[in-house]
């Protein structure tokens, strides 16, 4: 079974500076996908950005991007020019290409700090 | 844009009580999720349906079951609540498989069930 592993329970950062968020995975699946959910306070749970197994080049969301380490098993997110509105929980999430069955990490609770 | 529609935002129910939790989306789509939400457990998936009328148990299933009469509604029943079931309960649908297996899942907005 795949599971996912977000090591860092709650992260703080200053207003402007950048974070990154870590994320671990174990799958012996060769295809997949991997995705970062932001869930702030108001608590809908939006998605941030997503990234392609067999893809190499690291996905980019503006002020957000991803360091994929496929031999690795790690997906850390960058967030770039921390604002205010960045502070939420954060999961990190891993889906099969064969199925819907989208596994998450037990989240990273992000506070940005003015 | 996905509107994924929980019935409640908070709600207060008895132990041994039948509770029904309503989540509708507006997007048509195929594959509907419910999932609970615990601190430092991250989301674990219930029960998911990809087609009406089809469920399929997720991680965690006791002491649940669903319904999905339409396409758009998919129903989380208590059978017999108990307080292990205090929660965030969570919604979340997405279109199919095959070339759209990529697709996200798209939440609403949650439920904070409390049982006494």
């Known amino acids: 079974a795949q599971t996912v592993t977000q090591s860092q329970p709650e992260m703080s950062v200053q207003e402007a500076e950048t974070v990154t968020l870590s994320c671990t995975y174990d799958t012996s699946e060769n295809n997949y996908y991997l995705f970062w959910y932001k869930q702030p306070p108001s608590r809908q749970m939006i998605l941030v950005i997503r990234q392609e197994a067999y893809k190499q080049q690291n996905a980019t969301e503006n002020r957000f991007s991803v360091n994929f380490q496929k031999a690795a098993k790690s997906f850390s997110l960058k967030i770039s020019d921390s604002q205010l509105g960045d502070t939420a929980m954060y999961f990190c999430a891993f889906m099969p290409n064969n199925n819907n069955d989208m596994r998450f990490g037990a989240g990273t609770r992000l506070t940005v700090k003015p | 844009d996905v509107k994924v529609t929980q019935s409640s935002r908070y709600l207060v129910k008895r132990t041994g009580e039948k509770v029904f939790l309503e989540c509708v989306q507006d997007?048509?789509?195929?594959?509907m999720f419910w999932y609970r939400q615990d601190p430092g457990l991250g989301l674990r998936l219930i029960y998911f349906?990809?087609?009406?009328?089809?469920?399929e148990k997720g991680d965690i299933p006791e002491g649940y079951s669903v319904s999905r009469e339409k396409k758009e509604r998919f129903s989380l029943i208590l059978e017999s609540a108990s307080t292990n079931q205090t929660s965030m309960y969570l919604c979340a649908s997405k279109t199919g498989l095959g070339s759209y297996s990529n697709q996200p899942q798209h939440f609403g907005d949650g439920t904070r069930l409390s049982i006494l």
């Open positions: 997007m048509d789509h195929e594959n």
């Open positions: 349906s990809y087609d009406v009328k089809m469920k």
